[in-house]
C-alpha cells in the first residue's frame, strides 16, 4: 500500500516519519515552517528504543558512529556524593547498546540527509488541514494547498493540527520547571560521560560528546516566562556550592549559547493519535517531561510503528487505528513514568523527602535500577521493508 503523504514539521519526529513513509514506498513532503531545517536545541540522549528505531530507518549505524556512549556517571547530591552509579557496558549487554549522547544538530542533519532535497518543503507555515473527503486531506500553507492520502502532524508540542482535531483540549501544561542548557564552546575536562545532580527543587546534569565538549542542562522550579539577564552568572550564582565539574562546565560557556525553555507537558493524555487520515506524531501526540530522556525516543518509535502499520495495510484507514492501539498506551506510560521520576528527582524540595529518596537510592541495588531502566528502553521494532 502507497500513496502521497504531507509530514506537517521538521523536528526529529516530522523526518523520521518522513524516512520511514518513504522505506515503505509513499511519496513524502515535509513542510516546515523554519526557513532553515536545524534543531536548536543542545544535545540529546538516545537509549537503545531510539537507537533500534533509527536503525530501522537506515541511520543507527551514522548516529552511533556520531555519538557517544554513556558508560560512565549516575546521579549525585551537590557536595558530590554518588546517589547512584551507572555502568553503560551492563545495560550493552542487556540491550546491545549504552544510552548515547549527540548534539541535537548532528542527529537533525543525519536524519535530513537521509532524505531528498526536494522532500523538504521550508519556509512553510501550515494554517489549516481539512480533511476534504474520505481518502483526501487538504494542507495549507500560505497560498499553496497540498492534497494528501495522508496527513502526519509532528508539528511539535504547541501542535496547530491537534488543536483543530481536538479543540476541546486543553493543550500543553507548564509543568513547573524551567530549563536552561548550552553545549560549551571547547572541550571539557571530564570524568565521566553522563551525570545528574539533584539538589532541592534544581538539577544539572551534563552529557559529554565525542569531541571533548559537553551539553550541560540546568533544571529549576520557576514560574513560567522568568528570564535572566545574564543566565551563565545567575546559573553560577544558584549553583555556587555545588560540585565539579559544574562550575567548570559553565566556565566553558559563552552566554550567547544559552537556551531557556520552560519545561510544558501535555498533562491530559488525547484520546486518540488518528483522526480520519491524519496522524498525530511525537511531541505533537504525546509532549513528556525531559526527566527520563524519551521525548524524542519515543518520537522515533511512533515514526517506525506507523511505516510499519501503513506497509502491512490493508487500508490506510485500518493501519491508523493500529498505529494508535500500539502507540498510545506505550507513549503515554512514558510519559506518565516522565513525570513521576520528575517528582522524586528534580522537583522534590522537601529536605525530609529528599534524604528519604536519597537514603533509597543508596540502597538500591544496581541490578533493580538497571531493570527499571530497561523498562522503557527495552523496545523492538516492527521490520520495515
Ligand atoms: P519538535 O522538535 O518540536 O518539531 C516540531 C517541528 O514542527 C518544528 O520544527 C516546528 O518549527 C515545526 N512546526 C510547528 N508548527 C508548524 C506549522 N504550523 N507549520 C509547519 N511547521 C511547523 N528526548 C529524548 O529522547 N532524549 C533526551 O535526552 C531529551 N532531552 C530533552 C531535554 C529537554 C530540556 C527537553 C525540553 C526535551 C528533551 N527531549 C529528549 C524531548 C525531545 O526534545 C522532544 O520530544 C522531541 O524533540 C520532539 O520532536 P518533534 O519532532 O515531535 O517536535
Known sequence: MDGRAVVVGGGIGGLAAAIGLRRVGWEVTVVERASTLADAGAGISLAANGLRALDALGVGGAVRQASRGQ??????????????????AVLERAVGTPIVGIPRATLHRLLREALPAE??????????VRQTGPRTVHVTCGDTVLDADLVVAADGIGSKVR??????????????????????ERAVDL????????????EFGHIAFHDGRAEW?????????????????????RFRTWHEPIPALLDATRPTAVLHHDVDELRTPLPSY????????????????PHLGQGACQALEDAVTLAAALASGPTVDAALVR???????????????????GRMGQRLSHPLAVAVRNTMMRLTPSSAATRMILRHHDWTPPHLR
Open 217 to 237: 542542562h540546568a533544571v529549576l522550579d520557576l514560574p513560567a516566562g522568568t528570564r535572566f539577564a545574564d543566565p551563565v552568572a545567575e546559573l553560577r550564582r
Open 191 to 202: 570524568r565521566t560521560d553522563f551525570e545528574l545532580t539533584w539538589g532541592h527543587g534544581a
Open 119 to 128: 522532500a523538504l518543503l521550508t519556509g512553510s507555515h501550515v494554517g489549516s
Open 163 to 184: 488543536g483543530l482535531l481536538f479543540p476541546a483540549h486543553p493543550g500543553p501544561v507548564h509543568s513547573g520547571s524551567t530549563v536552561l542548557r548550552a553545549i560549551t
Open 274 to 289: 488518528a483522526v480520519g487520515r491524519i496522524a498525530l506524531l511525537g511531541d505533537a501526540a504525546h509532549a513528556m517531561t
Open 71 to 88: 558508560y560512565t556517571g549516575g546521579t549525585r547530591t551537590p557536595d558530590g556524593r554518588w546517589l547512584t552509579r551507572m555502568d553503560g
Open 323 to 341: 498505529y494508535d492501539a500500539e502507540r498510545r498506551p506505550r507513549s503515554q506510560a512514558v510519559a506518565r513514568a516522565a513525570r513521576q521520576a
